[in-house]
């Protein structure tokens, strides 16, 4: 018999909207209860996100069969475990597609969970068990990791890992000391202890560790032509819309019908990982299956991982894992979380392609790429298929509300032979929902748009120049000097950090019945103001070389002369009007 089920036992950690309080609830109770939460509180926000689409995947899986009263879908054949036995019917698509819409109004409507999403958990209780010798969550069983090991040559035995690698933030091999580990008052002068894990610390490490793996395990269940899986969530720029509650975030990024433009995947059998054994998942990777539903999407593996049954969750725990192949990366993926951009080298020129978000760049600065139909230019722009929700949100609340738009990603070592995660990447802004989805020709998308790519301009071009500028006088090699080249990015990083509260508080006052052009010129008299506060502190703070500067065709340049011609460009780029008080 399996040992700590997920359904009964406490594990996903919540923020309890009442009491402001951290605890860990089961399956059941977080379905029971989802409304009473704030948010999902583990230990980091990568670790979140993938227990998040976890969550996903069993509403995507319930509300795909059933709807909110638990009756069965128009169009569903089901069996004895509730499976979808095969696709809708292509004459039923309206009456199905017409259906599951409804559900998701009377879902989000209704504040909570029905009853029918503990029903189906219950149907499928056996392949709950963290601890199990036939349906282990997440796994594969002993005899299915043996058939694994026989089909790769010149290998006997799986890698082993330890616990604390499970942690994705920092790896650590075992001589070297992890910079953060699972258990933050570990012993450090005994070996073993960081690899002891509670049930329930391994339960979403397990699910994290699926999402972002890295390379640096050697045994790889890979021919010649696949690329082994680094997790899929490493390679994505998740991006999801986060509710006034963990239920209601949950509703607004689950998909009653497609994500994508192709409306043939509305009715598809939904696939979650636990309604099939690990060796038909790991079969199903091998194989390069086409994963044409998010329920497998969300539960898709990157290791086939063997953890014993009997394992004591009191001593020091190992894991035997081994690589599998990565699933599609092209832009025919049905991935609605990531940020995608168009290629324009190698041999996917004009694809597009998922897109990481970059460390230490807010994530308004890709509002383009989120919320624009057509680029600047005309073409078509792939936005992320979360987007089509605002839509949906729009039509059933008559509600003037405000959402937050979420980004995340892991950071990597740089290493193609490794890829270790060190580092995750996170951050949001806030935004009407009518605002960002006004894509009217002078809507506001566009004109935020506008004002994000001016606000990038006069720090990157302007700013950047007149910090290019200091260093000419300071007789600096722009492109090989390390103390001209740390200080222009260390200013135009720290320039950054100062706009970016400015510009997202100004984002999220922004009201659908506001005049366009007074919020605009708004923005650009502060961002002016700003940008030009900074430029005289750099030119009160300079030196006597700076101020007597250097010889240039007959004339001198100095710190003053840099000065006023940033001065001079950034009127022309923002005007002069206003007050401004530098």
Not at 51 to 61: A, D, E, G, H, P
Not at 243 to 249: K, L, M, P, V, Y
Not at 443 to 460: C, F, H, P, Q, Y
Request: charged content about 25%.
């Amino acid at each position: 018999m399996g040992r700590f089920n997920l359904l009964d036992e406490p594990w996903i950690s919540v923020l309890v909207e009442r009491t402001g309080e951290k605890k860990d609830v089961s399956l059941l109770d977080f379905f029971q209860y989802a409304s009473e939460y704030r948010s999902l509180a583990g230990e980091m926000e990568t670790q979140n996100f993938a227990v998040m689409r976890f969550l996903l995947s069993i509403v995507q899986t319930v509300f795909s069969r059933f709807n909110y009263d638990g009756d069965v879908l128009p169009g569903i054949e089901i069996n004895d475990r509730w499976q979808q036995t095969d696709p809708i019917d292509t004459d039923e698509d309206d009456e199905f597609c017409d259906a599951v819409s409804d559900c998701w109004n009377e879902l989000y409507q209704s504040g909570n969970f029905p009853a029918i999403v503990c029903e189906y958990l219950e149907k499928w209780r056996d392949q709950f068990y963290l601890f199990d010798a036939k349906h282990p969550f997440f796994q594969v069983t002993q005899d299915e990791m043996t058939d694994i090991m026989s089909r790769i040559p010149k290998k006997n035995q799986p890698t082993s890992i330890y616990g604390k690698n499970l942690n994705r933030t920092i790896s650590e091999s075992e001589n070297k000391t992890a910079l953060f580990s699972p258990i933050a008052n570990a012993d450090k002068g005994k070996r073993g202890r960081k690899d002891i894990l509670s049930e329930a610390e391994l339960a979403r490490w397990l699910l994290t560790f699926q999402g972002y793996s890295g390379l640096a395990d050697k045994v790889s269940l890979t021919t010649a032509d696949q690329r082994p899986s680094k997790g899929w969530l490493f390679d994505i720029g998740g991006i999801f819309l986060q509710g006034r509650s963990i239920f209601e975030t949950l509703v607004m990024n689950y998909f009653p019908e497609s994500p994508t433009d192709n409306e043939d995947l509305c009715g598809r059998i939904q696939k979650p990982c636990w309604e099939y054994s690990g060796g038909e998942v790991v079969n199903r990777l091998c194989m390069e299956s086409p994963i044409d539903n998010l329920s497998e999407l969300y539960t898709n593996w990157s290791r086939a991982i063997y953890i014993d049954p009997n394992a004591n969750i009191a001593e020091p725990l190992s894991l035997l894992i081994v690589k599998i192949p990565e699933i599609d990366h092209s832009d025919n993926s049905i991935e609605p979380m990531t940020l995608w951009r168009k290629n324009d080298s190698g041999s996917k020129t004009s694809q597009y392609i998922l897109k990481k978000h970059t460390a230490d760049q807010s994530l308004w600065r890709s509002f383009g790429i989120i919320a624009m139909r057509t680029t600047e230019d005309g073409e078509y722009n792939k936005q992320p298929g979360i987007f089509k929700q605002y839509e949906r949100l729009n039509h059933i609340s008559s509600d003037n509300r405000w959402t937050d738009l979420v980004g995340i990603s892991m950071k990597d070592d740089g290493n193609a032979t490794s890829w270790l995660p060190t580092d995750e990447i996170y951050d949001s802004f806030q935004i009407n929902d009518l605002v960002i989805s006004d894509s009217d020709p002078n809507g506001w998308v566009l004109r935020i748009n506008d004002a994000v790519e001016t606000t990038k301009d006069v720090i990157s071009k302007i700013f950047r120049g007149y910090l290019r500028g200091i260093c000419e006088i300071r007789s600096l090699d722009l492109k090989n000097d390390s103390i001209a080249i740390g200080f222009i990015e260390k200013e135009t990083t720290e320039m950054y950090a100062i706009i970016d509260p400015a510009f997202k508080e100004w984002l999220s006052k922004i009201q659908p019945t506001d005049s366009k052009e007074t919020r605009i010129f708004e923005w650009k008299e502060q961002l002016k103001k700003l940008v030009l506060r900074r430029g005289e502190s750099l030119f009160e703070n300079s030196t006597v070389k700076d101020l007597v500067g250097i010889e240039k065709d007959s004339h001198v340049e100095n710190i003053a002369t840099k000065y006023w011609q940033f001065v001079n460009r950034i009127y022309k780029t923002l005007g002069k009007g206003g007050t401004l008080e530098h």
